[in-house]
């Protein structure tokens, strides 16, 4: 079934505006950067390292951005195991942040401060931030992490739904609970914003069934609410405390899941 009540505005936006180039040495595939023009003297900025999805979406949300920010895009093919095998290396992410540093210095008129670190995942990509979040280092160094309706894990059994017994393989989720304990505390400086469709693979835990595990072991209970969200998406729940915050959404077709995608500017601005 298509859903065609809803529009689905999609970000169209020419890296070409800001200064663009890739990082080859770190991953099997290029990472792309994008600066924007007026970063070239600026004094400090941010990093959204971006993993799955289209390198302007990221770009457009640095472009657009209030605060100083540098948008690094990460695609290394499908499904999570992709992304997480790269970063099972506890040396994988330090290097990719140096190389990310150290070339943007090269492309900037005087010295730039780095200051927080923000991972944001779509769909398959929140792999690479599960095996960032499981090194101890790297988790002290990430500030802020935004999921867009990407967060999955196992049955037990292997595709035994819920409704027929089956359990949560939680280990996948654990990283996440950790930041999510966090976040819920202002002090600790971390934030986390996590997005989820009604879309329901049935073979493996969907990002509703994520959303509500997380929320169970934080003592949370998400709230009916009917808002706008960005490009045409229809809010139906949220739940926060301190600086966590879950967002449930309208839809269970392939348009609704890529609309979080494209919503990356407006979560971002409203978790920052």
Do not use: C
């Not at 005087?110 to 927080?116: D, L």
């Not at 301190?242 to 899941?257: E, R």
């Amino acid at each position: 079934m298509q859903e065609t009540t809803r529009r689905h505005k999609r970000i169209a936006f020419d890296v070409q505006q800001g200064i663009t180039y890739t990082i080859d040495s770190v991953l099997a595939k290029p990472v792309f950067v994008y600066i924007p023009n007026r970063l070239k003297k600026a004094a400090w900025a941010d990093l959204l390292i971006h993993f799955h999805g289209l390198n302007y979406v990221p770009a457009y949300t640095a472009e657009k951005s209030k605060t100083n920010l540098i948008a690094v895009s990460v695609n290394l093919g499908s499904g999570s195991g992709a992304y997480a095998r790269p970063f099972q290396n506890d040396t994988v992410f330090k290097k990719l942040v140096t190389a990310i540093w150290n070339t943007v210095q090269e492309h900037m008129e005087s010295r730039i401060r780095q200051r927080k670190i923000i991972l944001s995942g779509f769909s398959a990509g929140y792999g690479a931030i599960r095996s960032i979040l499981s090194d101890a280092d790297d988790f002290a160094s990430v500030n802020t992490i935004l999921l867009l309706d990407g967060l999955h894990a196992s049955y037990i059994p292997e595709r035994k739904v819920l409704a027929e017994g089956g359990l949560i393989d939680s280990i996948g989720l654990e990283p996440f609970l950790a930041f999510a304990r966090k976040a819920v505390l202002p002090v600790t400086g971390k934030q986390m914003l996590f997005t989820h469709s009604e879309i329901f693979p049935g073979t493996f835990v969907s990002t509703t069934e994520a959303a509500d595990y997380l929320l169970l072991l934080l003592q949370l209970k998400a709230i009916p609410v009917l808002k706008e969200g960005p490009g045409g998406m229809q809010q139906i729940s949220e739940a926060d405390k301190g600086n966590f915050k879950v967002l449930g959404f309208a839809g269970n077709s392939a348009p609704d899941h890529v609309d979080h995608f494209h919503g990356l500017p407006f979560f971002l601005r409203r978790l920052l």
